[in-house]
């Protein structure tokens, strides 16, 4: 059986009251720039201008575990940054939501309590950065490898910058592309459906599946017919387990390697999104820093973009080679033109403007 996990919060979320969900059983920070501990102390001030050859430590969150592409690509942004910067900027990395969850990195860094996380692009809209939003639309891209030649494209930079042009508390930085996410049910919702060989829209009718908290992925479920349910990552193992929710949709290497196929062994390969994570920072911490720091966290950034891509393309084919002996069945959707139907709705409420945006990413013309 799968160990329960154990919620840790920042003190300083604590302070302010934040309605934050339960966050994983974590190991030890990884801290091998620093070699130090969890910090519990808040920031309350904005962070002052960096003076040449001032050590500047950066505490990056991430909800997800080492053997994840968005922590490779962390890690190896930990080493690039050391090394450009001669030690003078490290990171201390902490993995499996030491820090608490997705809502609760994010809101740490609009406050500034957390200097760096790993963001998901579908979320970033409901915390005030819409337009990079749009890359997370359902069946806008077919694979992985288009959805990284867009965010190494100029049209893909546009999209990054758009954040700080936002002026909601952050700078993204750089991207993490991931594959695609799709669907997985429990064994009761599999029998309950009659055992199918393959998977159709009629079947989403009603079933209750686990959501990020963001609109456009509840606005995405509601379209093909199932009842979104926003729950907290933390929670979303035993909530399976339990049956608070049939199913739930996330990247094939996270359902893995968060042993989600111990209580949902059915796999739907929907691929109804590439909900693509993004390197952000706090503003604040952003420009307090020299030009040539940026720089340095520029280049970094591309490392561990890179190193990111590298790590999924790979282990997303491995994953799904090793649905065999981990007790996973894959189900073909059969009717893929009909849910690229259902969710004509969910596009039609975007302006003039982001319509044309949306067509650029639709064409490939970036």
């Known amino acids: 059986m799968k160990k329960r996990w154990v919620a840790m919060t920042m003190a300083g979320l604590m302070a302010l009251s934040l309605a934050a969900c339960g966050s994983s059983k974590a190991p030890e920070a990884t801290t091998a720039a620093t070699g130090g501990t969890a910090a519990t102390e808040t920031k309350t001030t904005e962070a002052a201008p960096a003076v040449s050859g001032d ?20 890690k190896a942004f930990q080493e690039k940054i050391k090394e450009l910067s001669g ?24 406050m500034g309590t957390l200097d760096m996380f790993r963001g998901n692009v579908s979320s970033l809209p409901n915390y005030g950065a819409p337009t990079i939003g749009l890359t997370g639309l359902p069946y806008l891209f077919k694979d992985m490898t288009q959805f990284h030649d867009m965010a190494e494209s100029s049209l893909g ?19 993490l592309v991931e594959g695609p996410r799709s669907l997985f049910i429990t064994e009761s919702t599999y029998n309950k459906l009659g055992k199918p060989s393959s998977f159709t829209i009629d079947q989403m009718k009603g079933l209750k599946i686990r959501v ?50 111990e209580v949902a062994p059915y796999f739907i390969t929907d691929a109804h999104t590439f909900g693509c994570g993004v390197i952000l920072m706090n503003k604040d ?15 970094a950034s591309k490392v561990a973009s ?18 065999a002996d981990k007790g996973v069945t894959k189900l073909e959707v059969s009717d893929l033109d009909k849910w690229q139907e259902a969710v004509q709705d969910v596009y039609a409420t975007y302006s003039a403007d982001d319509q044309e945006i949306i067509k650029k990413l639709a064409a490939g013309t970036y």
């Open 55 to 74: 050590s500047i430590v950066l505490k990056w969150s991430e909800v997800n575990g080492d053997d994840y592409g968005a922590t490779v690509g962390a």
């Open 87 to 110: 030690g003078q900027i490290t990171v201390d990395l902490y993995t499996n939501g030491t820090l608490g969850d997705e809502k609760t990195s994010m809101q740490g860094i609009q």
């Open 157 to 175: 930079q546009e999209m990054l910058d758009s954040v700080d042009k936002d002026d909601c508390g952050y700078v993204a930085l750089g991207w």
């Open 212 to 261: 990020p908290e963001t609109d456009l992925m509840v606005n995405t479920m509601k379209g093909l017919g199932a009842s979104a349910t926003p729950i907290a990552y933390s929670e979303l193992y035993t909530s399976l387990q339990s049956g608070v929710v049939d199913g739930a949709e996330n990247g094939v290497t996270s359902y893995l390697s968060n042993s989600f196929n």
């Open 285 to 299: 911490k952003w420009n307090s820093l020299t030009d040539e720091q940026k720089g340095w966290m520029q280049e």
């Open 306 to 323: 890179d190193a990111c891509y590298e790590y999924n393309q790979k282990q997303e084919q491995e994953s799904f080679d090793s649905f």
